[in-house]
């Protein structure tokens, strides 16, 4: 049994090194479309974007989605977000 769990640790490991991995890839794609969006004039974050992104995460995988959606969200946006956000919602 003590096999069993630790190979199914190990598999965590793992799993959670590639998440960490994605989000990081995440974080980056994020700042680039920012980027892109505050240079052409734009606010850096579009609320009707992260409420779709929101919604995708409560149907994959229900009620804990919104929170875990949420905090995605908030390492995505980098610094000084709030703001710029609270202003668009439109893309």
């Given at each position: 049994?003590?096999?069993?769990?630790?190979?199914?640790?190990?598999?965590?490991?793992?799993?959670?090194?590639?998440?960490?991995?994605?989000?990081?890839?995440?974080?980056?794609?994020?700042?680039?479309?920012?980027?892109?969006?505050?240079?052409?004039?734009?606010?850096?974050?579009?609320l009707a974007r992260e409420a779709e992104i929101l919604a995708?995460?409560?149907?994959?995988?229900?009620?804990?989605?919104?929170?875990?959606?949420?905090?995605?969200?908030?390492?995505?946006?980098?610094?000084?977000?709030s703001a710029d956000s609270a202003l668009s919602t439109t893309?």
């Open positions: 049994m003590d096999n069993t769990i630790e190979g199914d640790r190990r598999e965590i490991d793992t799993l959670d090194a590639r998440i960490i991995e994605l989000l990081g890839q995440r974080a980056r794609v994020s700042a680039r479309i920012q980027r892109s969006r505050t240079s052409a004039g734009g606010p850096r974050t579009v995708r995460y409560q149907q994959g995988l229900g009620t804990t989605g919104t929170p875990l959606a949420l905090n995605v969200l908030k390492l995505c946006r980098g610094a000084n977000s893309e």
